[in-house]
């Protein structure tokens, strides 16, 4: 039982480091996602901007934030693609 609980603690880690140090995704891949979910039908009125989201990470869980609530049925992956070809884009965050 201890045993698990650590190996639970350790995944928590793990995936709290991968999100902190996100590597960027594919822009094409997230180019033709974007396209295809309408994003800019909200999005042109509503125009992406680095006042709202102040960094790289914030702009991921932006893009997983209307993944989410629209249904859109994005993985992981194609939400960071998204979250990469909208930083080359609009933001323009340096990713390490
Ligand atoms: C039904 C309208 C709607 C659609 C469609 C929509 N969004 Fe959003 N989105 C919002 C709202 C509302 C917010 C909240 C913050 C705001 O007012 O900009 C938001 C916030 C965001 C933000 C952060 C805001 C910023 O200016 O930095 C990002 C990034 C984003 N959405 C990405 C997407 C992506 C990617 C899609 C396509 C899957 C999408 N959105 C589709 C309504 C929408």
């Known amino acids: 039982m201890k045993r698990a ?6 995944s928590i880690l793990l995936a ?11 822009p ?5 996602l974007h396209k295809e979910a309408n ?3 909200c999005h042109t009125a509503n125009p ?3 006042a709202k989201t102040p960094s790289f990470e914030r702009l991921i869980a ?12 994005w993985f992981e992956d194609e939400v960071l693609d998204v979250a990469t ?3 080359e884009k609009y ?4 990713i390490e």
């Open 91 to 94: 933001y323009k965050y340096v």
């Open 85 to 87: 070809y909208l930083n």
């Open 48 to 50: 992406y901007s680095t």
């Open 28 to 32: 094409r891949a997230g180019e033709s």
């Open 16 to 26: 709290s480091t991968t999100q902190l140090h996100a590597q960027s995704g594919d």
């Open 5 to 10: 609980l650590t190996l639970i603690g350790a």
């Open 39 to 41: 994003c800019l039908s």
């Open 62 to 73: 932006a893009v997983s934030f209307c993944n989410v609530n629209l249904n859109t049925g």
